[in-house]
């Protein structure tokens, strides 16, 4: 990382999944939701639990429970989606808590490499005075033929 962006401040989403504390920059965050129900449907990507109706557009919906190996459980009523733009699409991350909006400093981030290498949806870890946070790239979650095949299961079902 190089200095400019270690010593520059940031904005943290904080939220919780099987008493786990992770962190999203709030720069990919478009706002959180409550839950609803989420409709499945057959042939999406191993982590989408399925879709949501969001504006009158269809989203997909990753369970982060999935993503990290994490044994599912059913829906409550406090879960929350995360609704994130990445690159090619919205997406609604599904998570069991929001928990607040933490101001830090890229110095306290430790790169993925160091600690977590294999898994894309990782980007490091924020240290600070109260916790370990991990820190998730949002762009990792799906590969290019994951957006493929949402992009082609989605067309076909509308």
């Known amino acids: 990382m190089n ?5 520059s401040p940031c904005r943290l989403l904080v939220f ?3 008493n ?30 399925g879709i949501v ?21 059913g829906m409550r009523l406090s879960d929350r989606m995360i609704l994130l733009i990445l690159e090619r699409r919205r997406v609604a991350l599904w998570v069991d808590d929001v928990l607040e909006l933490r101001d830090c400093d890229k110095a306290q981030w430790i790169p993925a490499e160091e600690v977590l290498s294999k898994l894309k949806s990782v980007e490091g870890v924020v240290k600070d005075e ?4 991990i820190l998730q790239n ?3 979650y799906l590969s290019r033929e994951d957006h493929n ?10």
């Open 53 to 73: 109706n969001i504006e009158g557009g269809v989203v997909p919906v990753i369970s982060l429970r999935r993503c990290c190996g994490i044994p599912e459980r």
């Open 16 to 18: 919780s999944v099987e």
């Open 138 to 140: 949002p762009e990792g």
């Open 20 to 49: 786990q504390n992770y962190a999203l920059d709030i720069s990919s965050v478009q706002r959180v939701l409550p839950i609803v129900e989420i409709t499945a449907l057959p042939g999406l990507p191993s982590i989408v639990a």
């Open 130 to 133: 109260e916790e370990l946070l």
């Open 3 to 7: 200095e400019v962006l270690k010593n």
């Open 149 to 158: 095949l949402l992009d082609s299961e989605l067309l076909s079902s509308s």
